[in-house]
């Protein structure tokens, strides 16, 4: 069984661009979830899709958004890109039915620059 | 090779040893306490959960402790191996959240041979 699969792995951006990373959770599982890992704050909760709706979201700004597709696969966009947005950027899948075992992908490693 | 009652970022112990590794929780609230484990380059890995009506739960290996009455959390790692040495989180989820999961501060573990 495929794990959850993220791409790309790395990333460099400019400052003022915008960047759309992928998901691909396991098969069956419909929730997704998107965290940004950094060393200063630790793991964060992004937002959280399920069934193509957005059924959380965590204290971001708003040029952090997301969407789902009917085949679960997800999407995260940043626009207008900081300094501040370096992180490593991680997505997890779980089923509906068991939402304390997230299981995570390897993320992407944005560079803001 | 234990550190008890207080959460501290990093932990060595010696390979056979027993580890705990602590947690301090925010939420009351929340209906489950979860650890985490993150090796390096990698994104993070399910270990154990408790629902928060619980003050035990055995896994392989493992076991975690819950005390409500000081909100505190730990993990026991029996028989401490190479293969543990990882970065541990712990994480809170409420069942009105969806698969959001709020993590903790990280415990760098690394198990001397």
């Known amino acids: 069984k495929a794990g959850v699969t993220q791409t790309p792995r790395y990333l460099i951006k400019t400052r003022g661009q915008q960047v759309t990373l992928s998901c691909s959770p396991i098969?069956?599982?419909?929730?997704v979830s998107w965290y940004q890992q950094t060393p200063g704050q630790g793991l964060q909760f992004l937002f959280e899709?399920?069934?193509?709706?957005?059924?959380n979201k965590g204290n971001f700004p708003g040029r952090f958004s997301g969407r789902q597709f009917s085949n679960s696969r997800s999407e995260m966009n940043v626009s207008t890109l900081e300094l501040g947005d370096s992180a490593l950027y991680l997505c997890?899948?779980?089923?509906?039915?068991?939402?304390?075992?997230?299981?995570f992908g390897q993320g992407t490693r944005l560079t803001v620059v | 090779g234990e550190s008890v009652g207080l959460h501290l970022p990093t932990l060595s112990v010696q390979e056979g040893d027993n580890s705990i590794i602590n947690c301090a929780y925010s939420n009351s609230a929340s209906d489950y306490f979860i650890w985490y484990k993150q090796e390096s380059g990698k994104g993070p890995q399910f270990i154990i959960d408790?629902?928060?009506?619980?003050d035990k739960r055995q896994g392989q290996r493992v076991t975690v402790l819950l005390n409500k009455t000081v909100k505190h959390l730990s993990l026991q790692i029996a028989a401490t191996q190479p293969g543990d040495s990882a970065v541990y989180f712990c994480?809170?989820?409420?069942?009105?959240?969806?698969?959001?999961?709020?993590f903790g501060e990280g415990t760098q573990l690394t198990v001397n041979p």
């Open positions: 408790i629902r928060s009506n619980m």
């Open positions: 899709y399920f069934s193509e709706t957005q059924r």
């Open positions: 098969s069956g599982h419909r929730s």
């Open positions: 997890a899948s779980s089923l509906a039915t068991r939402n304390t075992e997230a299981f």
């Open positions: 994480a809170e989820n409420k069942e009105t959240s969806g698969s959001r999961l709020t």
